[in-house]
């Protein structure tokens, strides 16, 4: 394509979407119709009808929804209360993949729930009930997922966990205990506040807690959302962008993730425009069960392994959309070659675009990273990051913490790159090696895996529960 030609159609992407309300309109459509489309629920389907019909709407191409089972999960009532020095019930909400099940122990704190913490903690926790809080501290060498505090816990010994949210406002935090199957011990998610007392019962004297769960895992349908902008000279070559839609079962989800959903939406609405000025195929994908254990991507992955080699990138938009800030890339699994490519990209469009290098592994690019994919995110960078989720997984993640001009911003940068990386030649990373992608993450994240029941990566999509 011309350079002519592409400078027309980003200046007809500018102004759509600097002109256009659209992305935030099927927003409010997503959260108050259908609520947190979570995996399993009618209104999951109801969602995925909702935005076949959209992308066909704007003119995309080989649009279709990808259909496959999943061990879908189901809340059931559950309890936590103090049995010694005195009792007191606090409240409380399973953790999804939690089953019916019971625990009564010894309360042990780990705090943030390090690596280090626990080794601290040693023996202390066999037998008993841990509870950590969901903070990330600026002072460990890297993230600490819920996910990994559990593991630990489990690997410890442990018989039951408490999930205590850092941020204060009498909000509980939910989350998967485990991914896309059945947790082992009772886990659940308390305030701040709660656990907080707690604690302080528990500077007078030992703590005995009990905690009950009555949830369920059934076998259910769940769809990816697929659709296209066929590459009018590479068709082969494809470049693909997603972001999950499902939220958690007790919220919309409107910033993780229907915000980033409807960036998504929105530039590929903006790029169909100009299905004529798009090089290289480009497609979209909206995906289920990201906030249970990256379930659609996973999937995906599996579904489409002989296309693999034609993707040359993977871009995840979790949590596009949100702010003002200047979005920026990054390219998870150390892909260090693309670096200047998109330093190039932002030049082009007249603006710094800031690329980063770091390991991710619990966003929907995962999947394609372990395959060797160039793979990360459209991110906003940030010095101020609190090491917790804010309003995310919690019920207060609701549609007055997005913005319109926020989503727009960000999918006019999404727009904007897409453009021009359908129409460059000079794509600078190649597919790497299952084996290479597993070097990368090194000693420390595959541990990370293994306490998280996700290694080896061969049993990546659980059997379903009968």
Known sequence: MTPERIAAADRDIIAELATSDEGYKNLVVLCDKFGSRFGGTPEDRQA??????????????????????????VRGPATVHTVSPEKAEFKCISLPYNVASSAEGELVYVGHGTAWEYEAAGD????????????SPNWFPRGVHRAEKIGRAIAGGAIGFIWMRWDAGLLEETGAARWLKPVEVPTVGISREAGEAMLRMQSKGPVRVRIDTTDKVRPAPVWNVVADIKGRKNPDEMIITGAHYD?????????????????????????????????????????????????????YCAMHENELDKIE????????????AQPGINMAGRWSECFNYFKS??????????????????????????KGVPAGGVREFSDTSTGTRGWGHSAADTLDKVSSRALEGSAT?????????????????KRKTEKEAQEILGKDYLEVLDLEKRWPFSDWIPPLVK
Do not use: C
């Not at 926790?125 to 903070?135: D, F, H, L, P």
């Not at 980033?260 to 290289?280: F, P, T, W, Y």
């Open 413 to 429: 940068f999404v727009a904007r790159v897409l453009l021009r990386m359908a129409n460059r030649e000079d794509w600078p990373a």
């Open 48 to 73: 995925v009808e909702y935005m076949l019909g959209k992308f066909k709407e704007y003119g995309l191409e080989n649009v279709h929804a990808e259909e496959f089972m999943h061990n879908a999960w």
């Open 124 to 135: 202390s926790i066999k037998g008993k009930i841990v509870m950590a809080n969901a903070k």
């Open 345 to 370: 990209i932002g030049k082009d469009m007249k603006q710094s675009i800031q690329v980063a290098n770091n390991i991710s592994m619990y966003s929907d690019h995962f999947p394609f990273q372990l």
């Open 247 to 299: 939220g958690h079962d007790i919220a919309p989800g409107a910033a993780d993730d229907g915000a980033g959903a409807m960036v998504v939406m929105e530039a590929a609405r903006a790029l169909a425009r100009h299905k004529d000025s798009i090089g290289k195929t480009l497609r979209f994908i909206l995906f289920p069960m990201e906030v249970i254990g990256l379930g659609g991507s996973f999937n």
């Open 313 to 324: 990138m993977m871009f995840t938009l979790d949590g596009a959309g949100r702010s003002f």
